[in-house]
């Protein structure tokens, strides 16, 4: 049974950074792309990052490119989200998610974690 | 950024109805390469669809997607009590990934 279970979020200040943790069981971790979501009330779900299994090729939102950093360690199974200069329109609940590809580049996701929320505000 | 537009906002019907959602894209999604999710409150969302038309793994047959280019539809024949959610599209066809603002589906 494929588990995904995200780790990290909480309160922190703008300007902040904080590091996400998504822990993988039950498939292969090594052979799969994983990417993170997030989701706001106001602005619904997002897509923020994504890694190939290989960890050799990585893509960003604009909403986070230079701020944001996605990789992965498959001694441990587990992918991260390392979020620099937070900003509050960060504040979300974030999905770690296994990624299915379609063709390089181009994913769709099948399992999703049960998500982490962070919050920026001073 | 390919903006994905869902219609309606809200879909008010009766278990045992065929439910109809929208979804339609700012310009053509490639390869038909377009998700649908099921997203019930406190749970994460769920694959529905993939490719426009696939069923994911453990997916009921009442659950279809059809269409190709800018227009998408998901439909659901035979409304059961769980089906009752917010639907959302997602396209994958260009590198930075897009969501619809959602459909919910709820109880008339």
């Known amino acids: 049974e494929v588990q995904l279970l995200e780790s990290g979020g909480g309160l922190i200040q703008p300007g902040g950074s904080l590091r996400l943790s998504c822990a993988a069981s039950g498939f292969t971790f090594s052979s799969y792309a994983m990417s993170w979501v997030r989701q706001t009330p106001g602005k619904g779900l997002e897509w923020v990052s994504a890694i190939s299994g290989s960890g050799g090729s990585t893509y960003y939102a604009d909403s986070v490119k230079g701020r944001f950093t996605i990789s992965r360690d498959s001694s441990k199974n587990t992918l991260y989200l390392q979020m620099n200069s937070l900003r509050a329109e960060d504040t979300a609940v974030y999905y770690c998610?296994?990624?299915?590809?379609?063709?390089?580049?181009?994913?769709?996701?099948?399992?999703w974690g049960q998500g982490t929320l962070v919050t920026v505000s001073s | 950024e390919i903006v994905l537009t869902q219609s309606p906002g809200t879909l008010s019907l009766s278990p045992g109805e065929r439910a109809t959602l929208s979804c339609r894209a700012s310009q053509s999604v490639r390869s038909s390469y377009l998700a649908w999710y099921q997203q019930k409150p406190g749970q994460a969302p769920r694959l529905l669809i993939y490719?426009?038309?696939s069923r994911a793994t453990g997916i009921p047959d009442r659950f279809s997607g059809s269409g190709s280019g800018t227009d998408f539809t998901l439909t659901i024949s035979g409304l059961e009590p769980e089906d009752f959610a917010v639907y959302y599209c997602?396209?994958?066809?260009?590198?930075?990934?897009?969501f619809g603002q959602g459909t919910k589906l709820e109880i008339k």
């Open positions: 998610a296994k990624a299915v590809v379609a063709a390089k580049g181009h994913y769709y996701f099948d399992y």
């Open positions: 997602q396209q994958y066809g260009s590198s930075l990934y897009t």
């Open positions: 490719g426009a038309s």
